[in-house]
C-alpha cells in the first residue's frame, strides 16, 4: 500500500493508496519536532480505527516544510522499511518540465498541483490553492509549471487582522448575508469574503490577459466550496488535487 504525505505550513495529509483509489485520509497539525516514532504510533491507532490491516511498503512525499522531511525519511525506514520518494530532489521526476527563473525554488505543493490538474483537466490552466497562502500556479499548455502568484492566506489576514488591531475580534470565515456589514464581525466577514473574490477574480483576469489564451480555473483546499459560492470565473473545484498529483508523481517514478 502506498502513503502518500501532503505536509502543509499548517496541517500534514496521510492518505492511504491501494493501487485503485484513496482508502482513507488522516490530518494532523504540522508541528517540525514530532518525531517518527509519534507519527507511526498516531498513525497505527488511526489505522486501527479504520479496519485497515493492509502493510504500507511504499511512501511519497511531498513537503513546503523541510524540517520535518528528516523525521519522515526515519518513519519509511524504521517502520516501512522503504525508501520515501521526495518531491523536489534532483532523483524525482515529475514528468512535467519547470520552466522559471534559474535557480528559483518552488515549493513542492505548488508542482504536485500542477502534475494532478495537468493530467485532469489539460493545459492552459490557473490553478487557485486556498492554504496558508493564497496561490495561483500557471499551467502551460504541454503542462509545464511557468509561475504564478503568492497572496496572503484567508486565514492569516484574519489572524493579522485580530492581532494588530485590538478592537477586532477573531472570526470564522463565512459568506455574509448582505455586502454592507452591520456590526464588526459581519463588516469583517464581509471584507474577507469579498476582498478575497475580488482577488481571485482580478488575479485571474490579469493571468489570462498576459497568457493570451483561454485558460480553465482550478481551485484547491479547504475553502474552494466557500468562495466559489461568491464568483462564477472558477470552472472546477478539486479538493484532492493534491493526492492525485503525489501519487501520478509516484507512479512516474516507479521505474
Given at each position: 500500500m502506498l502513503l502518500a504525505i501532503d505536509v502543509g505550513n499548517t496541517n500534514t495529509v496521510f492518505a492511504?493508496?491501494?493501487g485503485q483509489e484513496f482508502l482513507t485520509s488522516f490530518r494532523c497539525e504540522t508541528i517540525v519536532g514530532r518525531t517518527a516514532d509519534e507519527y507511526y504510533v498516531w498513525l497505527h491507532q488511526?489505522?486501527?480505527?479504520?479496519?485497515?490491516?493492509?502493510?504500507?511498503d511504499r511512501v511519497v512525499v511531498s513537503s513546503t516544510v523541510p524540517r520535518v522531511v528528516f523525521n519522515l525519511r526515519v518513519l519509511s525506514?524504521?517502520?516501512?522499511?522503504?525508501?520515501?520518494l521526495v518531491v523536489g530532489?534532483?532523483?524525482?521526476d515529475l514528468g512535467v518540465e519547470v520552466r522559471v527563473d534559474a535557480g528559483a525554488t518552488v515549493g513542492p505543493d505548488r508542482l504536485v498541483n500542477t502534475v494532478g490538474a495537468y493530467n485532469r483537466y489539460g493545459g492552459d490552466l490557473i490553478i487557485v490553492d486556498f492554504g496558508t497562502a493564497t496561490t495561483f500556479d500557471?499551467?502551460?499548455s504541454d503542462g509545464a509549471y511557468i509561475?504564478?502568484?503568492?497572496?496572503?492566506?484567508?486565514?492569516?489576514?484574519?489572524?493579522?487582522?485580530?492581532?494588530?488591531?485590538a478592537a477586532l475580534p477573531h472570526i470564522d470565515v463565512a459568506e455574509p448575508d448582505?455586502?454592507?456589514?452591520?456590526?464588526?464581525?459581519?463588516?469583517?466577514?464581509?471584507?474577507i469574503f469579498w476582498g478575497y473574490i475580488g482577488l481571485v477574480e482580478g488575479i485571474c483576469?490579469?493571468?489570462?490577459?498576459?497568457?493570451g489564451r483561454e485558460m480553465k480555473i482550478i481551485s484547491t483546499g479547504g475553502l474552494s466550496t466557500l468562495f466559489e459560492r461568491g464568483t462564477n470565473v472558477i470552472d472546477h473545484i478539486d479538493l484532492d488535487l493534491t493526492l492525485h498529483g503525489l501519487y501520478l508523481i509516484y507512479q512516474n517514478n516507479r521505474k
Open positions: 492511504l493508496h491501494d488511526l489505522m486501527q480505527l479504520n479496519d485497515i490491516t493492509a502493510t504500507i525506514d524504521r517502520y516501512f522499511d522503504c525508501r520515501p530532489r534532483p532523483s524525482c500557471v499551467v502551460d509561475g504564478g502568484v503568492i497572496a496572503p492566506g484567508v486565514n492569516l489576514s484574519l489572524r493579522a487582522l485580530h492581532e494588530r488591531a448582505r455586502v454592507i456589514g452591520t456590526n464588526t464581525v459581519t463588516c469583517m466577514q464581509s471584507g483576469k490579469q493571468i489570462r490577459a498576459e497568457h
